[in-house]
């Protein structure tokens, strides 16, 4: 096993409706794939409360040494988890606004997004629930530093992270 400062961590979420069904489970699927074909790479699956979800889930993933399985976590857990993973994988509009500001690939799994402005800023790519784009996405960003930098780098459509200085000079 390695030491846990060598593990790198890949956070998954998957709750909307659209993406129930097969292409959940074509999303369970690539996850899986991804934790066996990256050995320093553990996913954490942060799953949605519906039963049935849960139940496909942890079907699929719920016996991979490297793929954890968490309840929803309380927000600042999930912001130290968001900060602490290399790259998302989710299909929250949230979740898209979020990462950008801490320097996070998101592959989105949907075809369509509310947030548009994060793709055309390169922070999010769309893949959409397809196993097999969805591995071959998350392994290059992985594999290959030049492609990762290259998104976790980009402009953050979300601003800059300096509002509140900003608007403390304004009260002055």
Same mark, same amino acid.
Not at 30 to 37: F, G, I, K, N
Not at 105 to 123: N, W
């Given at each position: 096993?390695?030491?846990?400062?060598?593990?790198?961590?890949?956070? $998954?979420?998957?709750?909307?409706?659209?993406?129930?069904?097969? %292409?959940? *489970?074509?999303?369970?699927?690539?996850?899986? !794939?991804?934790?066996?074909?990256?050995? !320093?790479?553990?996913?954490?699956? *942060?799953? #949605?409360?519906?039963?049935?979800?849960?139940? *496909?889930?942890?079907?699929? =993933?719920? !016996?991979?040494?490297?793929? #954890?399985?968490?309840?929803?976590?309380?927000?600042?857990?999930?912001?130290?988890?968001?900060?602490? %993973? $290399? &790259?998302?994988? %989710? /299909?929250?509009?949230?979740?898209?606004?979020?990462?950008?500001? &801490?320097?996070?690939? *998101? =592959?989105?799994?949907? /075809?369509?997004?509310?947030?548009?402005?994060?793709? /055309?800023?390169?922070?999010?790519?769309?893949?959409?629930?397809?196993?097999?784009?969805? $591995?071959?996405?998350?392994?290059? =960003?992985? /594999? !290959?530093?030049?492609?990762? #930098?290259?998104?976790?780098?980009?402009?953050?459509?979300?601003?800059?992270? #300096?509002?509140?200085?900003?608007?403390?000079?304004?009260?002055?």
């Amino acid at each position: 096993a390695l030491p846990i400062w060598h593990v790198r961590v890949f956070l $998954v979420t998957a709750h909307r409706r659209e993406n129930w069904g097969e %292409s959940f *489970v074509g999303i369970c699927t690539a996850v899986r !794939d991804l934790a066996e074909c990256q050995g !320093d790479v553990h996913a954490v699956f *942060v799953t #949605h409360p519906n039963p049935e979800l849960s139940r *496909v889930a942890h079907g699929i =993933l719920g !016996d991979h040494p490297r793929v #954890h399985l968490a309840p929803p976590l309380p927000y600042a857990d999930f912001v130290q988890l968001l900060d602490r %993973s $290399v &790259l998302i994988l %989710s /299909d929250s509009g949230g979740v898209q606004e979020e990462a950008p500001g &801490l320097g996070k690939p *998101v =592959l989105g799994t949907r /075809d369509t997004t509310e947030r548009p402005e994060a793709v /055309d800023a390169g922070t999010v790519r769309r893949v959409g629930t397809d196993r097999a784009r969805i $591995v071959a996405e998350a392994a290059r =960003l992985l /594999d !290959d530093e030049a492609y990762y #930098h290259a998104m976790a780098r980009a402009h953050n459509p979300y601003g800059d992270g #300096h509002a509140c200085k900003r608007i403390l000079e304004v009260l002055g």
